[in-house]
């Protein structure tokens, strides 16, 4: 199986950008996909800030799952056909990609 998609890694911004949302980019800044996001300031005044940080915190979280597909298709595959002892380096590559989706503080 040879993948069609952009190749990894790919990149969660830390952060929004004000022109282009929240992006994930690949190798050489190649866009993958902007996540939509909007600045407090265009909130109704009824949006609390609990609620607006907790839509900040799942975009991001969203962010970390879209740019790890490559490491997780990656590791699924390794998984898939690993005999033996390569199946700790497998199963070391899965949790590594796991980690990258859930982000430092899972």
Not at 73 to 97: C, N, P, R, T, Y
């Amino acid at each position: 199986m040879s993948a069609k998609h952009t190749p990894g890694p790919w990149l969660s911004a830390a952060g929004p950008s004000s022109i282009v949302g929240w992006p994930i980019v690949g190798g050489g800044g190649r866009a993958i996909a902007s996540l939509t996001w909007w600045p407090r300031e265009h909130f109704q005044p009824d949006v609390t800030d609990e609620a607006y940080d907790a839509l900040v915190a799942e975009i991001g979280a969203n962010g970390r799952l879209i740019a790890a597909a490559p490491d997780l298709l990656a590791a699924l595959q390794s998984v898939m056909s690993a005999h033996g002892e390569q199946l700790h380096d497998a199963f070391d590559d899965a949790h590594k990609a796991i980690s990258k989706a859930l982000g430092p503080d899972q």
